[in-house]
């Protein structure tokens, strides 16, 4: 029996979490999910929350695969605020087989019921992906966000200034799940290093904090807009502030977004129009009509919020529909 302990660790097997580097995350995504050893049945079925969005110029980054190699979607219910149903999760596992289940970590928030969620996608056999394109900062923070599914995907361009504008990462929790996968972009994994990300983290969650203060103080919080995350847990870091625009239709999210932009405040409206597979889900459309998201990336700086928050406070004051 030998004994001892060796000078330096020499086991590539321990604590190993295997990164493949593409383009784009929804390369990657398509890239696992087009090996046959994820699929245990057919049809192929995948299950999604019932919010994910398309746009015409860049298509829908977590359908796009799901629709390009024609596997059958099925969609679990959200809260207001984005968080898993599980009831609606549970539901759906036991009256369908799914060998997929995707959870979003949206905006960079914590799924704080990912654990329960794993526990139910071990209970009927399906592979828990974890997608955190909004969220590799909150990875970093050491959450369970991308440490509880088997595969996590990041968008790694969302995060930060990478060549071209793009990067997407694919970790294997299990490496087993790496069979015939084939990265496109191992270049950029440099770029992943050449960052402080604990750094990052913490200025987005100064300015998440920061501007989430200014927001709550103005007279219009709560008549005009809600704030959907008012608090932010210690292990999160946030892609975008997310507050709702109140009043019918889009008609007032859309003209804060325009009035902010021609001020020079990069306002951007994610998942403003929803995949039409789930025209069904009502709540969840009407919601992406009344989203807008506010920057807290580490290019800014605390104190530049004064003046965004007075150019919301005159698009709020000409809405067109008050």
Same mark, same amino acid.
């Given at each position: 029996?030998?004994?001892?302990?060796?000078?330096?660790?020499?086991?590539?097997?321990?604590?190993?979490?295997?990164?493949?580097?593409?383009?784009?995350?929804?390369?990657?995504?398509?890239?696992?999910?087009?090996?046959?050893?994820?699929?245990?049945?057919?049809?192929?079925?995948?299950?999604?929350?019932?919010?994910?969005?398309?746009?015409?110029?860049?298509?829908?980054?977590?359908?796009?695969?799901?629709?390009?190699?024609?596997?059958?979607?099925?969609?679990?219910?959200?809260?207001?605020?984005?968080?898993?149903?599980?009831?609606?999760?549970?539901?759906?596992?036991?009256?369908?087989?799914?060998?997929?289940?995707?959870? /979003?970590?949206?905006? %960079? @928030?914590?799924? &704080?019921?990912?654990?329960?969620?794993?526990?139910?996608? *071990?209970?009927? #056999?399906?592979?828990?992906?974890?997608?955190?394109?909004?969220?590799?900062?909150?990875?970093?923070?050491?959450?369970?966000?991308?440490?509880?599914?088997?595969?996590?995907?990041?968008?790694?361009?969302?995060?930060?200034?990478?060549?071209?504008?793009?990067?997407?990462?694919?970790?294997?929790?299990?490496?087993?799940?790496?069979?015939?996968?084939?990265?496109?972009?191992?270049?950029?994994?440099?770029?992943?290093?050449?960052?402080?990300?604990?750094?990052?983290?913490?200025?987005?969650?100064?300015?998440?904090?920061?501007?989430?203060?200014?927001?709550?103080?103005?007279?219009?919080?709560?008549?005009?807009?809600?704030?959907?995350?008012?608090?932010?847990?210690?292990?999160?870091?946030?892609?975008?502030?997310?507050?709702? /625009?109140?009043?019918? %239709? @889009?008609?007032? &999210?859309?003209?804060?977004?325009?009035?902010?932009?021609? *001020?020079?405040? #990069?306002?951007?409206?994610?998942?403003?129009?929803?995949?039409?597979?789930?025209?069904?889900?009502?709540?969840?459309?009407?919601?992406?009509?009344?989203?807008?998201?506010?920057?807290?990336?580490?290019?800014?700086?605390?104190?530049?919020?004064?003046?965004?928050?007075?150019?919301?406070?005159?698009?709020?004051?000409?809405?067109?529909?008050?």
């Amino acid at each position: 029996m030998t004994t001892g302990i060796s000078k330096t660790a020499v086991d590539p097997t321990g604590f190993s979490t295997p990164c493949l580097f593409y383009s784009a995350a929804r390369e990657g995504m398509q890239d696992l999910l087009a090996q046959p050893e994820v699929w245990r049945s057919s049809p192929r079925r995948i299950l999604l929350p019932a919010f994910i969005g398309w746009s015409a110029n860049e298509g829908s980054g977590v359908f796009d695969p799901v629709s390009g190699l024609g596997l059958e979607p099925g969609f679990y219910d959200l809260g207001d605020d984005l968080a898993v149903d599980l009831a609606s999760l549970e539901r759906c596992l036991s009256d369908q087989h799914y060998d997929v289940v995707v959870v /979003i970590h949206y905006f %960079g @928030r914590t799924e &704080r019921s990912i654990e329960r969620v794993r526990a139910l996608t *071990d209970e009927h #056999g399906a592979l828990l992906l974890e997608d955190l394109a909004h969220a590799w900062f909150t990875h970093v923070l050491g959450g369970p966000a991308g440490r509880t599914g088997e595969v996590s995907l990041y968008s790694l361009h969302k995060m930060l200034p990478m060549p071209q504008a793009q990067g997407g990462m694919i970790a294997y929790r299990n490496p087993a799940r790496i069979t015939g996968q084939q990265e496109t972009a191992r270049e950029l994994a440099r770029h992943v290093l050449d960052h402080d990300a604990l750094s990052i983290a913490g200025r987005r969650q100064e300015n998440f904090r920061t501007l989430t203060a200014l927001l709550e103080a103005m007279p219009e919080h709560g008549a005009a807009f809600e704030l959907m995350w008012p608090h932010l847990d210690a292990d999160d870091a946030p892609q975008t502030l997310p507050a709702r /625009i109140l009043g019918p %239709g @889009r008609e007032n &999210r859309d003209h804060v977004y325009a009035s902010m932009n021609a *001020d020079g405040y #990069g306002m951007v409206s994610l998942y403003h129009t929803l995949i039409a597979e789930l025209h069904e889900h009502e709540a969840m459309v009407d919601l992406s009509r009344h989203i807008i998201n506010f920057p807290v990336h580490q290019d800014v700086a605390p104190e530049d919020y004064p003046g965004l928050v007075d150019s919301f406070s005159r698009a709020l004051a000409s809405l067109p529909a008050r």
